[in-house]
């Protein structure tokens, strides 16, 4: 069964603190994506990786094949990072396939 | 990166009324939009695939009469929401795929729909 598991379901961080959200994927995927939902529901997507790292300001996704799993890092947290944190993965090798998406990171940054 | 849209970002409508969502990518040309339904604190469902120019694939349980997409041309996709009712009020959220090889993948920001 292609399965994605996200950990942790809750995160609470103070701001300035590094956080890190997982994703843990059960078979062979040909992309992951990480998504960024706000509190009034637009998505932002933030990253499609397939292999390596990927770095957009203070944002970091790293992605290792071997081990079927992903991290999204956030540096320097702030409370505007509160959100809810997806990750999306295309089972399989070509693009034809869908999208099978984690429970989602419930992040909330204090000042 | 690329933009896609979504129209209305919110709408009220009475039960019995029909309702229409546009999804636009506005910057890159989309040969396949998914239509998503999100309900409060659940992860997005997938309803529907719709290619350009042809008809829509519904995932099982979705109901096609019900919810019509139409896929007119590279860069819109609708949902008609038919006959709404109070239980169809939820969160719908298109996607576009982009992309030589078709592997990336962009959101629109959703529309909540409210059906009274």
């Known amino acids: 069964k292609n399965e994605v598991e996200q950990s942790p379901q809750n995160l609470t961080a103070q701001e300035g603190e590094f956080i890190t959200i997982n994703c843990s994927y059960s078979?062979?995927?040909?992309?992951l994506h990480w998504l960024q939902q706000h509190p009034g529901g637009g998505i932002v997507s933030l990253f499609m990786?397939?292999?390596g790292k990927k770095k957009h300001g203070r944002l970091i996704a790293t992605i290792n094949i071997q081990e079927k799993h992903s991290s999204l890092h956030i540096t320097a947290s702030h409370p505007r990072d509160s959100a809810v944190y997806i990750c999306a993965v295309r089972f399989g090798k070509t693009s034809g396939s869908r999208l099978t998406f984690g429970e989602g990171t419930q992040l909330t940054v204090n000042p | 990166g690329a933009v896609v849209s979504q129209h209305p970002s919110w709408v009220i409508c009475k039960s019995g009324t029909s309702v229409k969502i546009e999804c636009r990518s506005l910057d890159f040309q989309a040969t396949t939009m998914f239509w998503y339904r999100q309900f409060p604190k659940q992860s997005l469902m997938l309803m529907a695939t719709s290619n350009e120019g042809s008809k829509a694939t519904y995932e099982q349980g979705v109901e096609k009469d019900k919810f019509l997409i139409n896929h007119a041309s590279l860069t819109l996709s609708t949902l008609t929401v038919t006959s709404a009712h109070p239980e169809d009020s939820s969160f719908y959220i298109c996607?576009?795929?982009?992309?030589?090889?078709?592997?990336?993948?962009?959101f629109g920001p959703g529309t909540r729909l409210t059906v009274t």
């Open positions: 078979v062979g995927i040909s992309a």
């Open positions: 990786l397939s292999s």
């Open positions: 996607s576009a795929r982009a992309g030589e090889d078709g592997f990336e993948q962009y």
